[in-house]
């Protein structure tokens, strides 16, 4: 396992059987903005959750969670621009799973698997980078997906680290800039601000709130980092989708989850969200459970 990629880099802001699909593509003016739209009545919020109930009505998810009466839950996840009145392009990180019983096994991180899927998108290929597949599916180790994105280390030189690689890609952000979702560029580390777009794909919710596990280890190429995010979870899942959002400075990107057990959570990570302010600062993640 090599060191951290661009560590010290400066420039600022630069499921076993869980199925979670999407369209691949956001039109924010298409059948999803139309099926929400009388629910935006908010403008302060840079992102929102929404859900289909039992009687085919769009409602928000609520903060303390969702009950629902099937196994399927369709979703829309609704992005809004915030800090500048400009259309813009973004990716979302949307990771699915389950917390593991108490007294129930969690096998080791190296036997634990983690799905991942990139379906294609032709509508924001500009930015692919040239070794990017136009779409991804397979899965990793947790233990793999853990080091990479918990505490910033270059993929294995094995196949589990190749399959990160293909799984991540190039995507157009604000201004059209083209960035990377595993990139580890600091947001702001004069701020103390170390997030990261690689670290916002962490189960482990500390590092999405704060960045990478240990940042020394890592550049000092130490192996001896554990598996952090992956503990206790199963049935994991990541799928990237990008977007574009419309004239009204929104997108509303379709999801769909399967629950594959009690204690299931989705959480949502928006690449290039962020709040309302004179600031760029990263948005939060947007979690929520899922009940059955």
Same mark, same amino acid.
């Given at each position: 396992?090599?060191?951290?990629?661009?560590?010290?880099?400066? +420039?600022?802001?630069?499921?076993?059987?869980?199925?979670?699909?999407?369209?691949?593509?956001?039109?924010?003016?298409?059948?999803?903005?139309?099926?929400?739209?009388?629910?935006?009545?908010?403008?302060?919020?840079?992102?929102?959750?929404?859900?289909?109930?039992?009687?085919?009505?769009?409602?928000?998810?609520?903060?303390?969670?969702?009950?629902?009466?099937?196994?399927?839950?369709?979703?829309?996840?609704?992005?809004?621009?915030?800090?500048? !009145?400009?259309?813009?392009?973004?990716?979302?990180?949307?990771?699915?799973?389950?917390?593991?019983?108490?007294?129930?096994?969690? +096998?080791? +991180?190296?036997?634990?698997?983690?799905?991942? !899927?990139?379906?294609?998108?032709?509508?924001?290929?500009?930015?692919?980078?040239?070794?990017?597949?136009?779409?991804?599916?397979?899965?990793?180790?947790?233990?793999?997906?853990?080091?990479?994105?918990?505490?910033?280390?270059?993929?294995?030189?094995?196949?589990?680290?190749?399959?990160?690689?293909?799984?991540?890609?190039?995507?157009?952000?604000?201004?059209?800039?083209?960035?990377?979702?595993? !990139?580890?560029?600091?947001?702001?580390?004069?701020?103390?601000?170390?997030?990261? !777009?690689?670290?916002?794909?962490?189960?482990?919710?500390?590092?999405?709130?704060?960045?990478?596990?240990?940042?020394?280890?890592?550049?000092?190429?130490?192996?001896?980092?554990?598996?952090?995010?992956?503990?206790?979870?199963?049935?994991?899942?990541?799928?990237?989708?990008?977007?574009?959002?419309?004239?009204?400075?929104?997108?509303?990107?379709?999801?769909?989850?399967?629950?594959?057990?009690?204690?299931?959570?989705?959480?949502?990570?928006?690449?290039?969200?962020?709040?309302?302010?004179?600031?760029?600062?990263?948005?939060?993640?947007?979690?929520?459970?899922?009940?059955?």
């Amino acid at each position: 396992m090599t060191k951290i990629s661009n560590i010290l880099s400066l +420039p600022l802001f630069s499921i076993a059987l869980i199925s979670l699909a999407s369209t691949g593509t956001s039109r924010a003016d298409d059948y999803s903005c139309g099926a929400v739209a009388g629910l935006l009545t908010t403008t302060t919020a840079e992102q929102e959750l929404f859900y289909l109930d039992s009687d085919k009505a769009w409602k928000a998810v609520p903060a303390t969670g969702l009950d629902l009466t099937t196994s399927e839950a369709r979703l829309i996840y609704v992005a809004r621009e915030l800090f500048a !009145n400009d259309q813009r392009s973004g990716a979302i990180v949307v990771k699915t799973g389950r917390t593991i019983a108490s007294g129930a096994i969690d +096998p080791p +991180p190296i036997r634990k698997r983690i799905s991942l !899927n990139r379906l294609r998108q032709e509508e924001f290929e500009t930015c692919q980078r040239s070794r990017d597949l136009t779409s991804f599916q397979g899965s990793v180790s947790a233990l793999e997906y853990d080091w990479h994105h918990d505490y910033g280390y270059d993929a294995s030189n094995n196949n589990d680290g190749y399959r990160l690689t293909q799984f991540h890609t190039g995507y157009a952000g604000r201004r059209d800039r083209c960035k990377e979702t595993d !990139n580890t560029t600091f947001d702001a580390p004069l701020r103390w601000d170390w997030r990261s !777009n690689r670290s916002q794909f962490s189960f482990d919710q500390g590092v999405v709130r704060g960045g990478f596990n240990s940042q020394i280890m890592a550049g000092l190429n130490v192996r001896g980092a554990a598996a952090v995010g992956s503990v206790g979870l199963a049935d994991q899942r990541v799928e990237i989708i990008k977007y574009r959002t419309n004239a009204q400075n929104v997108a509303c990107i379709p999801v769909r989850v399967k629950l594959t057990g009690a204690n299931f959570f989705v959480r949502i990570n928006d690449l290039e969200g962020a709040p309302a302010g004179s600031r760029l600062i990263r948005a939060d993640e947007l979690s929520r459970q899922l009940r059955r």
